[in-house]
Nanobody, 115 residues
Framework: QVQLVESGGGLVQAGGSLRLSCAAS????????MGWYHQAPGKQRELVAVITRGGATNYADSVKGRFTISRGIAKNTVYLQMNNLNPEDTAVYYC?????????WGQGTQVTVSS
């Protein structure tokens, strides 16, 4: 079993930046993709960014050019650098890891952007 722990959320003014971190309880050698999703109140959980085992990245259109996903060297961490935040980015952000056998979710971290 793998546990994911997110950190780095908080309250920031529009135009500001935050860096989210996700640490897995152990190295995940069999992962296929690591990603970040967000869920705003009353809305479905949506993909924000994903990075594959091979290093390919994909972003939601709403965050392209503003957010950057990256992996740690230890293969058990993934980061989301969020720049030029706007109030529409306000949501709970969840870390997600997919392996060949399973899928894991973190508990979420709140990001609130004030106007």
């Amino acid at each position: 079993q793998v546990q994911l722990v997110e950190s780095g959320g908080g309250l920031v003014q529009a135009g500001g930046s935050l860096r989210l971190s996700c640490a897995a309880s152990r190295s995940i050698f069999s992962f296929t993709a690591m990603g970040w999703y967000h869920q705003a109140p009353g809305k479905q959980r949506e993909l924000v960014a994903v990075i594959t085992r091979g290093g390919a990245t994909n972003y939601a259109d709403s965050v392209k050019g503003r957010f950057t996903i990256s992996r740690g060297i230890a293969k058990n961490t993934v980061y989301l650098q969020m720049n030029n935040l706007n109030p529409e980015d306000t949501a709970v952000y969840y870390c997600n890891v997919k392996t060949y056998e399973d899928e894991y979710w973190g508990q979420g971290t709140q990001v609130t952007v004030s106007s």
